[in-house]
C-alpha cells in the first residue's frame, strides 16, 4: 500500500458514523499483505520494471533465513519442448500458466508470435500471472514470477515457496510448523528483532491462511507476516514505535492481565464461570475511546490493545478483542480475535471455545455492563448475519466448522 492509499485508506476511516466497534488494526496499520503482494519481483533484464517491490515490513529469504533461491524441484519441471505451444490466444497463456503451478513446474516455452501483446509485452504477460492468482488465491505459492521474450517464444519462470515442493537447502533448519495454531503459537514465542526460520510441513496449507492466522500474534502490537518464500515469521513495529516498545507494552500487558487473573478466578470454576468473571472485568471497568471518532490524532495506539484496556481502562473494539483474548488464554481458554464488520462498520470481536463449544463474545457491545444477566453478547453460539459479517474461511482455518 503506497502513502497514497494509506492517506485515503485513514480518510474512509474518519468518515465512519459512531457505532460501537472499529478495526483494531485499521487505525494505525494496513491489513497484513498476502505473500504474494511482499515479493520482491526479480532484477534481471527480463523483469518487467515499475511494478510494487517488497513491504519494508516483509523480510525477504535473503534476510530472513540463509537458503538457496526456492525453485520446483528438476524433476517436476516441465522439460525442454521441442516445438514450443502453439499460443492462439491470451487465454492459452493464462491457461498454461495455471496449470505449471498447479502441477509445480515450470511453464513450457510459448510461441506467442501470432498475438498483438502491445508495446509492452512482458507487463502483459505479468498481468495474466497476477489474473492467476486473483482468481485462484490458493496458488499464491508461486510467489515470484518472471519472463522473456525472444523471436516471438515467451520463456517464464516461477519460483515456488519450497513448503509445497519440499525444495529446502540440505542444510536448512527451522521450526516444524504443522498447522496455523502451531504458526501461531511459534509466531508469539519468538517475537523480536530477528525472523523466525519455519519448515512448514502441510502442503495444503494456503499462504493467505497462513499469513491471516499469523494475524492473531503479536497483541496488536508486532506486525507477524510471512517471509515472501514463507521460510520464516517476520516482525515489524507500528510506524513510530520500535519493536523494543511493543516487546516492553507486551510485557506490561501481561502482568496486568496475571494480576486480574489472580483477583478474578478461583480454582474450582468452571470454565464457564471463568469466561464470565474476565469478560465482566473487562466490560464493567473499560470505557470506549471516542476520541476514535471525535479526535483520532489524540488517541493512543494503546487504545487498539489490551494495554490501553487494562491499564488505561480505555478502548476501542481493538482493545476490548485483545483484552479477551489475552485473558481467556491465560485462563485456558481457547481465544481468537475476529476481524469483519458489525453494524456495517469495521469491528473486532472474540470467538473462544468453552468446554469443547465455539462461541461469540463481543465485550464492545457489552460494555459498561456489570451483571451476566443482561449481557447480549457473551458466549453466543450463532451471530446474526445481518448485523455481523467476517471471513468465514478464516475462521474454519482456525478452527474447523463454526455455525
Sequence with gaps: MNRHDRLAFLAVLLLASMLPGCSQRAAALPPAPSAIH?????????????????????????????TAKPTAPASESAPAAAVPLRIESQEEILSELTD????????????????????????????????????????????????????????????????????????????????????????????????????????????????????????????????ADATAICYSAPYGMTIDDCLSALEQADALADSILTQTIAPDMTQHEKAAALYLAVTQTVRYDHRYYSDKASMPYASQTALGALKDHLAICGGYANAIRLLFEKAGIPCYTISGKAYRESHMWNLAQIDGVWLWFDATADRGLSDESRLRHFALKTLDPTLYQWDNSQVESLTGPVR
Excluded: W
Design 38 to 66: 511482499a515479493l520482491p519481483l526479480k532484477t534481471s533484464a527480463a523483469v518487467v520494471t515499475g511494478l510494487p517491490t517488497a513491504s519494508a515490513a516483509i523480510c525477504t529469504p535473503d534476510t530472513a533465513v540463509r
Design 100 to 227: 505449471a503451478i498447479r502441477q509445480l513446474r515450470q511453464p513450457a516455452p510459448m510461441d506467442v508470435s501470432a498475438l498483438d501483446l502491445g508495446e509492452t509485452p512482458q507487463i502483459e504477460i505479468q498481468n495474466l500471472y497476477f489474473r492467476v492468482l486473483s482468481d485462484a488465491p490458493e496458488l499464491k505459492y508461486a510467489y515470484a514470477f518472471s519472463c522473456v521474450q525472444n523471436d516471438g517464444i515467451l520463456t517464464c519462470q516461477m519460483d515456488y515457496m519450497p513448503y509445497k515442493t519440499g525444495a529446502y537447502p540440505q542444510d536448512f533448519s527451522g521450526l516444524a510448523i504443522g498447522s496455523v495454531q502451531e504458526l501461531i503459537a511459534a509466531a508469539q514465542q519468538h517475537l523480536g528483532q530477528v525472523p523466525t526460520p519455519i519448515r512448514i510441513t502441510d502442503p495444503a496449507l494456503t499462504p493467505d491462511a497462513l499469513n491471516r492466522a499469523l494475524q492473531q500474534a503479536g497483541g496488536g502490537y508486532i506486525n507477524c507476516t510471512l517471509s
